[in-house]
């Protein structure tokens, strides 16, 4: 079993990886996105825009969905931010 380490110093046990319908092996290559957004501590909206980002060249069919996708969210993280610094 691999372990990864978080932006924290948390050890995280990362399981054998085994072929799936979710995660299919052409959304891996050195690091799972999963992984990478989990290191790094990111948020909901942050997480999804890595996550469209780095898939949106292996759809065959709509990788300009998955484009869309990730400028919504962040326009949505766009938005909170601009929030944030008008409240203080």
Same mark, same amino acid.
């Given at each position: 079993m691999a372990e990864i380490y978080d932006t924290f110093g948390k050890k995280h046990a990362?399981?054998?990886k085994k072929p799936d319908k979710i995660n299919p092996?052409? *959304?891996r290559k050195t690091i799972e996105v999963t992984d990478? +957004? +989990?290191?790094?501590?990111l948020d909901f909206l942050e997480?999804? +825009?890595? =996550?469209?980002i780095a898939r *949106? =060249?292996?759809k065959h069919k709509n990788g300009l969905e998955d484009l869309y996708k990730c400028r919504w969210y962040l326009d949505k993280l766009i938005e909170e931010k601009e929030q944030e610094q008008k409240n203080g």
């Open positions: 990362m399981p054998d092996p052409y *959304y990478f +957004i +989990i290191a790094y501590a997480g999804n +825009i890595v =996550k469209y *949106y =060249k292996n």
